[in-house]
């Protein structure tokens, strides 16, 4: 049963563009930094906003410090109020929601990242390359979307490119680069995150090659309440994307 | 200052209670529990149920359309699982029941006996849902034969939560008076159509309950209509996000308020809801709650 978490108030320390519709925030938040952990998400309230009621999920993209770095995209009146946000503006935050990714340790990794998807892989990353191979696989559709390569690469993480207008690294789509890799590893491990299109172009190929993929789906409270983010079960049913999620287990999943 | 409430020999601590749906079975908010007068469970049904397909909410300018469809685990599992966890609440129990037809109201309403439930909420009004929920709700006849069947069969608290959805809620309150209910909740979310930019439902239930402050004006003529067609008590709900919206259907003949769609915003913001109606008051110099229920002047 969950365990309702209360919302914060907390500082917006920084804040920038990392493509013309994708925004990065950081917030001091030195308890929720040591609190949150790869895959998880906070529930930001639109405060200027009163008609708007909900809160926006926004994934954690990385912890330094004392600093939490939210990354997302703009695709509504919610979150372009958020993207107009200034340093020292306040954020009201909920969260860390969500259930961590599960870490793999001494295993071969690769994580697909499609557009904003790259974001929740940042911070995932950086927990994995310790312990693992890490190759990142990460597309867009146009050089301009492209985001966060440079701190991926900073990890020391092998990363491929691709685009699908080839601007940038190859021509193509991240799976394509997934079938290339993935044919020379005995027993690898995929955590992806980008569009459901993406997500199960990535389980054709993987066969029974293990998958965590982060899903998104329209959210209530982010705390197990409403059951509003439910992710279709296989078997029938329903997992809670805020209590079971929002990384699961992609073979136990309809995409 | 006193906020206690009295319903048929049930005391509540205070006025403000939780929605269904939107509090989970209470104990999630376990240690602030105490600040409401109580919580209304999340509908339970006979059998398990796993919910209409995602997604399953979204959001216009001041309110949000849901398509949960009464996903929950069933009596058993409640009776089995849940309900012990329940037994160190600190505030009222009401569980909300959502049977598809009186033989299944009747028997959940003879399984629910456990002394921690104080009463049951029927819910006569779910929009979400193929059989049961508004179906019945619309008909003031069958909330008349539903109440009565329920009320042979318990002693708990008896509240019956009406649907606004082309019938006029006072004529089913009072069928629902008549029938044997203690008090009844008005009103439930409105039904409500949210297209997506294809011009196709956007919820996997194709229609949702409408909630929110967008309701609030409407669900307040309700309670205002309710109040002035029946005798037993009106549990005010629809749109309740601060204390002076509690207040509000206080003054519109409200005896107590459920607090739904603001805890979705803030998990457990009833309890902010109730904590703000308190301070109201006591600016207000308002010392109990009858100085304000029915100011508003409508009906009696």
Aim: charged share 25%; net charge positive; with cysteine.
């Amino acid at each position: 049963m969950a365990v309702v978490a209360d919302s914060l108030i907390v500082r917006v320390a920084k804040t920038g563009w990392l493509s013309r519709e994708i925004v990065s925030v950081w917030l001091e938040a030195p308890e929720l930094a040591k609190r949150t952990k790869p895959g998880q998400f906070f529930g930001v309230k639109v405060r200027e906003r009163e008609d708007l009621l909900l809160r926006r999920p926004i994934s954690v993209a990385d912890v330094q410090g004392d600093l939490l770095r939210l990354v997302f995209r703009v695709v509504g009146k919610g979150t372009r109020a958020l993207s107009r946000s200034r340093c020292n503006e306040e954020w009201d935050v909920l969260g860390p929601l969500g259930r961590p990714a599960p870490l793999v340790k001494n295993k071969d990794v690769i994580v697909c990242a499609g557009g904003v998807g790259a974001a929740p892989l940042l911070f995932l990353t950086r927990k994995l390359i310790a312990k693992n191979r890490v190759w990142i696989l990460i597309g867009a559709r146009t050089k301009q979307e492209l985001i966060l390569i440079p701190e991926f690469r900073q990890l020391g993480a092998r990363v491929l490119v691709t685009t699908e207008d080839g601007c940038a690294g190859k021509k193509g789509l991240v799976t394509e680069l997934l079938t290339g890799v993935v044919k020379d590893l005995a027993k690898p491990v995929i955590y992806a995150c980008g569009p459901k299109m993406m997500l199960k172009g990535i389980i054709e190929i993987a066969g029974r090659v293990q998958v965590w993929g982060f899903i998104e789906e329209r959210l209530g409270c982010g705390a197990g309440i409403c059951y509003c983010c439910g992710i279709e079960k296989r078997e029938g049913g329903y997992l809670r994307l805020c209590q079971e999620g929002p990384v699961v287990d992609l073979s136990r999943v309809v995409l | 200052m006193s906020f206690e409430v009295n319903i048929a020999g049930v005391k509540f601590s205070n006025p403000i209670i939780a929605a269904a749906g939107t509090f989970g079975f209470g104990i999630e908010f376990r240690r602030f529990a105490h600040c409401l007068g109580g919580v209304v469970t999340k509908a339970l049904t006979l059998k398990p149920r796993s919910g209409n397909p995602v997604p399953r909410i979204a959001e216009f300018n001041s309110g949000l359309v849901n398509s949960v469809g009464l996903e929950n685990p069933g009596l058993e599992v409640f009776t089995r699982n849940i309900l012990p966890r329940m037994k160190g609440l600190k505030c009222r129990v009401l569980v909300n029941v959502a049977g598809e037809d009186v033989s299944e109201f009747v028997r959940m309403a003879e399984q629910l006996t456990d002394e921690r439930i104080d009463g049951l909420e029927l819910n006569l009004s779910c929009p979400n849902v193929k059989q049961g929920g508004v179906l019945l709700g619309q008909s003031p006849q069958m909330v008349e034969e539903l109440t009565g069947a329920v009320r042979k069969r318990t002693r708990k608290l008896l509240v019956v939560k009406l649907t606004a959805n082309f019938v006029d809620p006072a004529e089913s309150a009072k069928a629902a008076e008549a029938g044997g209910a203690d008090a009844v909740t008005v009103i439930n979310t409105l039904f409500g159509l949210v297209l997506n930019d294809d011009g196709k439902p956007l919820l996997g239930g194709r229609t949702g309950g409408v909630s929110g402050p967008a309701i609030k004006p409407f669900a307040l003529f309700c309670v205002d209509r309710v109040r002035a067609a029946v005798r037993v008590p009106v549990i005010g709900c629809g749109g309740i996000m601060n204390g002076k919206d509690a207040f509000d259907f206080f003054c519109a003949g409200a005896s107590m308020v459920q607090v739904g769609t603001a805890n979705l915003v803030e998990p457990g913001g009833a309890v902010r809801v109730a904590k703000e109606f308190k301070t109201l008051c006591q600016k207000k110099g308002i010392k109990g709650l009858e100085e304000i229920i029915g100011r508003a002047g409508g009906g009696k």
